[in-house]
């Protein structure tokens, strides 16, 4: 029984604590600036409302630096600029954007001297989380709704913390900076992780590059020296003198930078390796040049299936019966046959089912601007 009524006075607690935050009209609101207009002489061109205290800070500098940046943003743009911090709006009468107006009617009223077609009226609804910024139709023609809605957006990670103090100066600073064109929209986290891709894609591209430069060159050294030795060891009967090269037509005056093609035609030695690594005929009577790559062209891949055929089987097994008499007493190379015949018609079998089995795959194909945080 204690339990229950605990419970019941926790939850009475909780709701009356939650019934008693204030919830505003703009008719209310509007009572409680003339009654600050009265007390404290408001001015006309800009001022604060913070009636829910939430500005409330033991630093008195810091409502000073926020009322100093308004008195500036007027003297320099000639804007009236009114920011107004309240816990609720009483969202059944009006919404906000209905809220804005009407506080900007009730100023016109008020003070009659201030153009509210160029002014700018900014409403934070803390408990609501919405905040509205309505521009006068003059304003409007410079600071769009899109400015506003940018202006928003960057107070919304402040106003999460509940650093109203920096969001209040933030404020009026984008203002300024919206005024005179030059407030930037920050970059979106899509975009940002778009650039990034992007920067490591080209990366990547320039390192690819980079390896098979290097790779070329070294692939092209490797064939330079090949060329080389080639030339070195190249003997031929013939010789045809000559007194030039016919590729740099150049004389020759080193007998050691001359060299010899198997047909005989002399060139420089460094002319000829660079024409030999785009051509692999004689600049003169283009004649192949062959047994260049003699060594890599030998054949290491064996076929099994060729490697003993009929005749040469039965010739080398004849002669080891000769030699070896005593060991040499069954013919292996049947055996040899037979296992490559059941191989073979494995191979077969494998062959007729992977044909016979088939796989489908399916393709699935005033103005203004209010926000939330």
Known sequence: MKKLIFLIFIFHFLYSSQSSIKTWSSKELWKYIEFEQTNKQLNKNYFLIDPNKFLETNKKNDMILIENAQKKLFEKTKIPNYIIFISNINLKKESIEEFTFSIAGYISKQFPDVNITNSIITVFSINDRKMRIRTGTILKKII?????????????????????????????????????????????????????????????????????????????????????????????????????????????????????????????????????????????????ITNLNSNENKNTNFNFDNLFSDNITERIWEVQREIFPYFVRYNYSNLWESNNNRNRSNRNRTSNTNEKSSFNFSHDTGGGATSDW
């Not at 790779?215 to 007194?243: A, C, H, M, P, W």
């Not at 740099?248 to 002399?266: A, D």
């Open 144 to 288: 769009s709704d899109s400015n506003c809605l940018i202006i928003l957006n960057n107070r919304k990670n402040k106003l999460r913390l509940k650093n109203y103090i920096q969001v209040t100066l933030d404020l009026i600073n984008d203002i300024d900076l919206a005024y005179n064109s030059q407030l930037i929209q920050p970059m979106s986290e899509i975009t940002i992780l778009i650039i990034i891709i992007l920067i490591i894609i080209i990366i990547g591209i320039i390192y690819c590059l980079i390896i098979e430069s290097k790779g070329t060159k070294i692939k092209e050294e490797e064939q330079l020296n090949k060329i080389r030795k080639y030339l070195k060891k190249v003997k031929t009967d013939k010789k045809f003198v000559s007194e030039s090269c016919v590729i740099c037509l150049e004389e020759f005056t080193n007998i050691n930078n001359v060299s010899s093609l198997p047909c005989g035609h002399q060139f420089h030695t460094k002319c000829i390796t660079e024409w030999m690594l785009k051509s692999k005929t004689c600049p003169l009577c283009k004649k192949e």
